[in-house]
């Protein structure tokens, strides 16, 4: 069975800062990875992928992943953060022929101003 | 226009009522999801759909019925409606590729399921 982990409830970086939320998987064979983000009372929003290639991925926002495959990690990161980065984020998925995403239980990002 | 619909964003009933939630995805996508959100924000799929087959049946009381009528329609139908079916319930859509679709999933804006 695929996991994520997400060892972060809450993150909290001034505004400006650099910023890394942490992830961790688990599956068999090669992972999809993707982040994604939620505002209060929204649907999530897809920030990020990585499938093959380049371990660092560029998406939205100006946020980025890097992949390490022999940590299995996939952490996101951000330069310098803005107080509208404030919400929860999200790790998740897609391995061992799963269609289905399996996400982590969520990182809330606090941008204090 | 929105990518993927959810009707009603807001559901409160009564304890043993039966309810449903509607779904639909104008981006042409051929595989479509539900997930569960509970109050702790914690996500967990539900049912998945692919060209109208049912493809992913998770651990879900049988009270819960998807129903497909085309790839770009998801239904959720729930039976006696329980106070721990309280939750927000998420449409989702993905194009796949092969056997393992890399698209990413396009996230409908929740329905909020209040059961009192």
């Known amino acids: 069975a695929q996991s994520v982990a997400q060892p972060e409830d809450q993150v909290n970086v001034a505004e400006g800062n650099p910023l890394t939320v942490k992830c961790t998987y688990s599956?068999?064979?090669?992972?999809?990875l993707f982040w994604y983000v939620q505002y209060p009372n929204r649907g999530l929003q897809f920030l990020l992928k990585y499938i093959t290639g380049d371990n660092l991925v560029k998406g939205s926002y100006g946020f980025e992943a890097e992949f390490n495959k022999s940590q299995t990690s996939f952490h996101l990161k951000k330069p310098s953060v803005l107080v509208s980065d404030s919400a929860l984020y999200f790790c998740a998925v897609r391995g061992g022929g799963a269609d289905g995403l399996t996400f982590g239980k969520g990182t809330h990002l606090i941008i204090q101003p | 226009d929105t990518a993927v619909s959810q009707t009603p964003k807001y559901l409160v009933t009564q304890m043993g009522n039966d309810k449903s939630i509607k779904c639909e995805q104008n981006l042409g996508h051929d595989t479509m999801y539900w997930y569960k959100q509970d109050s702790k924000k914690f996500l967990k799929i539900m049912f998945s759909?692919?060209?109208?087959?049912?493809?992913i049946n998770e651990t879900v009381p049988n009270r819960f019925s998807p129903k497909s009528p085309d790839k770009a329609h998801l239904n959720l139908h729930i039976n006696s409606l329980e106070l721990g079916d309280s939750a927000v319930y998420f449409c989702?859509?993905?194009?796949?590729?092969?056997?393992?679709?890399?698209?990413?999933?396009?996230f409908g804006e929740g329905s909020r399921l209040t059961v009192l």
């Open positions: 599956v068999s064979g090669n992972p999809y």
């Open positions: 759909y692919n060209n109208k087959e049912l493809i």
């Open positions: 989702a859509s993905s194009q796949s590729t092969g056997t393992r679709g890399t698209g990413e999933l396009f």
